[in-house]
């Protein structure tokens, strides 16, 4: 059976796509071409060093649909879409950033538009920025990096307490944005996601002109490709062998009530079911399949451990 490419549930008929999936990543029902050339992906990158402000290890290139909306191309300037092919070094790379981002909407994460496309018979990611607007303007937004004064380089320099300590500081309703933080720092954690760091966290204005943290971005499963793989900022002093104390802390440190705490983990230990069938339903080989599920399995027992005596 055939899977939309947005949200992985069953198709009917031979669109890969469901009209309303293709809607909200295309703006339209009309799936556009991509006009680029696999084999010249490195160079298109180099030429937008500088120019965007994509950055990291995977090539990622900015797109944007010409005028007609048939067509997906290169935009050095105001591209709407952010664009990521298979890789050499991590097989399958676009697939475990498609199933990691749909896991986290799953878990009650707002995440942001995304799914794959097909380019040359590869499978590629494709995301809609959100910070810029339909006329391709930019919205304003600064990543945790910035917010903390640190250089790109220092992105892994941070820890979940300072993040609290720049949502507190910059957010126009800090309790919200912790709550969400909170969230997405757990969900990390249960997925396996060792790449979230100062730069892969931002704060955006709105159009209600509130500053509120973006939806969730560049979400990748990286134990899948880096064996026992740690979290990129600790958690309350802790990279790894977190347990459901170490978030009761760092909860705590958000300062959320304990009914949050509670709420938020149940939430997450009740995903487990359905996480595994839209791991089953993804197009990762069966041994990924394996190693993701044995993951969410092992983190999902932590949280339902009781706290030692």
Not at 143 to 161: H, I, T, V
Not at 171 to 196: I, T
Not at 246 to 256: D, G, I, P, S, V
Request: with cysteine; aromatic share 6%.
């Amino acid at each position: 059976m055939s899977r939309c490419l947005v949200c992985l549930e069953s198709l009917k008929s031979p669109l890969r796509y469901h009209p309303r999936c293709a809607k909200s990543l295309f703006g339209s029902t009309r799936i556009p071409t991509i006009d680029i050339e696999m084999g010249k992906l490195h160079t298109a990158a180099l030429a937008m060093v500088g120019t965007t402000t994509l950055s990291g290890a995977q090539k990622k290139i900015s797109l944007g649909l010409s005028t007609d909306r048939k067509t997906l191309q290169v935009a050095v300037d105001g591209g709407r879409y952010i664009f990521k092919p298979q890789t050499e070094v991590f097989p399958q790379l676009p697939q475990i950033e498609h199933l990691t981002m749909r896991l986290a909407r799953l878990s009650g994460i707002e995440i942001a538009v995304s799914g794959l496309i097909e380019a040359d018979g590869q499978m590629c990611f494709l995301a809609r920025r959100f910070d810029r607007r339909a006329d391709g303007s930019k919205v304003r937004q600064e990543d945790f990096c910035q917010l903390a004064q640190q250089r790109p380089a220092d992105k892994y320099s941070g820890s979940g307490e300072l993040c609290v300590r720049l949502i507190k500081k910059y957010a126009s309703e800090p309790p919200l944005e912790l709550r969400k933080l909170f969230e997405q720092m757990l969900f990390s954690w249960w997925v396996g996601n060792g790449d979230l760091h100062l730069k892969n966290l931002s704060l955006y204005v709105d159009e209600a002109r509130i500053v509120r943290l973006t939806p969730a971005y560049d979400l990748v499963a990286t134990v899948l490709l880096i064996a026992d793989d740690e979290l990129a900022m600790p958690i309350m002093g802790r990279n790894k062998n977190l347990l459901r104390t170490t978030w009761h802390k760092f909860a705590q440190y958000c300062e959320l009530p304990d009914r949050v705490f509670q709420s938020v983990v149940a939430r997450q230990i009740a995903a487990l079911p359905k996480a595994l069938e839209l791991i089953q339903f993804s197009s990762l080989d069966r041994g990924t399949q394996d190693k993701l599920a044995q993951q969410l399995i092992a983190c999902t027992a932590l949280l339902q451990a009781p706290p030692k005596a």
